[in-house]
């Protein structure tokens, strides 16, 4: 907090009226289930980034990032979708929905300083999001419910971005509480906190970020999404969230190629590994969720196709080393993989992991434990 307050300061010249801090994510099961209407199971991350804000008098933005040190200025009247580029359209669209939507916010000077590691799934894009709203609207008086932040960052992302996610990303960082995971139902917005405590039962959560490049994410992000979109309208539902694994089969005798059909049945065998992990979860039981990690990892990979050579060979090096099961998380192309890990075998499949990019002539990884964190809030 100390830092980015200091460099407000420094980049504007005078003190911020607030920081708030929001948290990356990680999603421990329910990938590409969120715009189907489907399930997932975040947790936040102790990673976060603070923004440090001030008001302004002259209805003018000004924002900048430690990291993106380049300042965009603009009044916030002429803020208008994909007219702001790089870094900087997440907090403009984030103001700009704000402001769309009748919130009495004006001009002010914006900073972020990121520990989330960029690139790698975890959601620095959801957090920067929720921590404008929340910048953004408590400097103005106002205090949204945790829901409605949630709702307005994606809209930033949907709308502005042009960036077609679902809201489990934003419902992560502003819902989550520590050595809880977050059961979210992504059509009715319904969220459930369930034990999840790793080290109670001897285990840990492995995070490896593979540091792979990730490819083509936004137009096979949105390629994947219409897929889901239009089989949903062959089959006469709502969402795929609407197809039972009893109805599976039928479902798929009735798509007219393989690649809906494979997309369809990665969904809805997706959301009944989250309704299983959750049961598993309640029941005090989170070591037996492993193999429904690595089987969620196989339908990402050979199903709906997002996994890369690294993040495969993270998965199976941390599976040969004794991982009670792993997989990639987040949108895919890249990224991180988590693995469940007996707390005495972590240092073991870390070296695992970092023997396999060697001999596979990958960049070494980055390898990390996580613990469930708590969400987006003020700090000062």
């Known amino acids: 907090m100390s830092g980015v307050a200091a460099e407000f300061r420094r980049l504007f010249g005078r003190e911020p009226e607030g920081v708030w801090t929001a948290p990356g994510r990680i999603n421990l099961i329910g990938e590409h289930t969120d715009y189907n209407d489907g399930f997932a199971l975040p947790i936040a991350l102790p990673h976060s980034l603070d923004v440090a804000a001030a008001r302004r008098p002259d209805g003018v933005v000004r924002l900048s990032s430690r990291q993106f040190p380049d300042v ?27 402001l769309d939507e009748g919130y009495p916010v004006s001009g002010m000077d914006l900073l972020v300083d990121s520990a989330i590691p960029t690139g790698t ?34 809209r930033s992302e949907n709308d502005f971005v042009g960036m077609p996610c679902g809201i489990m990303d934003q419902s992560a960082v502003m819902l989550s509480d520590r050595g809880r995971a977050l059961f979210l139902d992504c059509r009715s917005l319904a969220a459930e906190q369930v034990p999840f405590d790793p080290a109670a039962h001897g285990m840990s959560l492995l995070v490896v970020d593979t540091r792979a490049p990730r490819r083509l994410v936004e137009g096979a992000y949105a390629q994947r999404r219409r897929s889901c979109e239009e089989a949903a309208r062959i089959l006469g539902v709502r969402a795929l969230r609407d197809v039972s694994p009893e109805e599976l089969p039928g479902a798929l005798a009735a798509l007219p190629d393989d690649l809906v059909r494979r997309r369809v049945r990665h969904v809805v065998t997706e959301n009944a ?19 429904l990690f690595t089987a969620s990892h196989a339908s990402l990979r050979d199903d709906f196709e997002v996994s890369v050579p690294e993040v495969d060979t993270a998965v199976e090096a941390a599976l040969s080393a004794g991982a009670l099961g792993a997989r990639i998380t987040g949108g895919g192309f890249g990224g991180c993989v988590i693995a469940l890990v007996e ?38």
């Open 72 to 98: 965009f200025e603009a009044p916030l009247a002429d803020l208008v979708p994909a007219s702001v580029p790089g870094w900087a359209a997440y907090q403009a669209g984030t103001l700009w929905a704000l």
């Open 121 to 154: 799934g975890l959601s620095t894009s959801a957090a920067v999001c929720c921590a404008t709203v929340l910048a953004a609207t408590g400097l103005h008086g106002c205090a949204p419910a945790p829901a409605e932040v949630a709702r307005l960052a994606q």
């Open 273 to 291: 590994r989250v309704l299983e992990t959750v049961d598993l979860f309640r029941e005090g039981r989170p070591r037996a969720a492993g193999p």
């Open 343 to 380: 707390s005495g075998l972590v240092a073991e499949c870390g070296r695992a992991v970092r023997a396999a990019f060697a001999e596979r002539g990958f960049g070494e990884p980055v390898v990390f434990t996580a613990l469930p964190s708590a969400g987006a809030r003020r700090l000062s």
